[in-house]
């Protein structure tokens, strides 16, 4: 069963503190691994999709790496409206799986002014 | 740029009626799927449809819930008889490829 563990739950920067968010998984053939970002009351807004280990993708002040066990989502210089809860997920590819994504429980960013 | 639009945002429901989630995918997408985000828990499939039909379902997906393409344009979750665990977000998302999915806002779903 594909797993995804997110840490820390919750985190708060100042404003231009720059930090990572961590996403661990567990999966029997990586198809893909996604990070979105959800507002409160809002579905997950697609940010990137990452394919094989060494791979990232940079937008704006946000940048995801991927090694074979762990996603990071680097935030660089962040301001209060990068506040969301950011959410992994990854799309595995074996045991019948038809491309279903499991998501971790997220990380709630603060960004404080 | 395209949305997934759901509708109703909120619905409210006693036990035991019956729903339906409507949802309007991408116009040029061809895979559907519902998930749902029991309030404070991870967001979680619930089905998968292509080709006018369930390519994949969870085991939260049992016989209460079914889905359908009734025309071109629309796809609904219905839940047959509600219960107080059915409380949640429901997000319709559809995707091109199975690699990008875009998700609606969302409705919530309170069953009092």
């Known amino acids: 069963e594909d797993q995804v563990t997110q840490s820390p739950e919750a985190l708060r920067l100042q404003e231009g503190e720059s930090s990572s968010l961590n996403c661990s998984y567990t999966?029997?053939?990586?198809?893909?691994l996604f990070w979105y970002r959800q507002d409160p009351g809002k579905g997950p807004e697609f940010l990137f999709t990452l394919y094989s280990a060494g791979e990232e993708k940079e937008k704006e002040r946000l940048k995801a790496t991927l090694t074979k066990k762990e996603s990071f989502l680097h935030i660089t210089a962040p301001k209060p409206e990068d506040s969301a809860t950011y959410l992994c997920a990854v799309q595995g590819g074996s045991g019948g799986s038809n491309y279903k994504l499991t998501f971790g429980k997220g990380t709630l960013l603060t960004v404080n002014p | 740029e395209p949305e997934v639009t759901q509708t109703p945002s909120h619905q409210v429901t006693q036990m035991g009626q019956e729903v339906i989630l409507r949802c309007v995918p991408i116009s040029n997408h061809l895979y559907f799927y519902w998930y749902r985000q029991i309030l404070g828990q991870k967001v979680e499939f619930l089905v998968s449809f292509y080709n006018n039909e369930i390519s994949e379902k969870s085991e939260i997906f049992d016989d209460q819930f079914s889905v359908e393409r009734p025309d071109g344009s629309n796809f609904t979750l219905k839940i047959r008889s509600t219960k107080l665990e059915d409380s949640a977000m429901y997000f319709c998302?559809?995707?091109?490829?199975?690699?990008?999915?875009?998700f609606g806002s969302g409705t919530r779903l309170t069953v009092v």
């Open positions: 999966v029997s053939g990586l198809r893909g």
């Open positions: 998302a559809s995707s091109r490829d199975r690699a990008g999915y875009t």
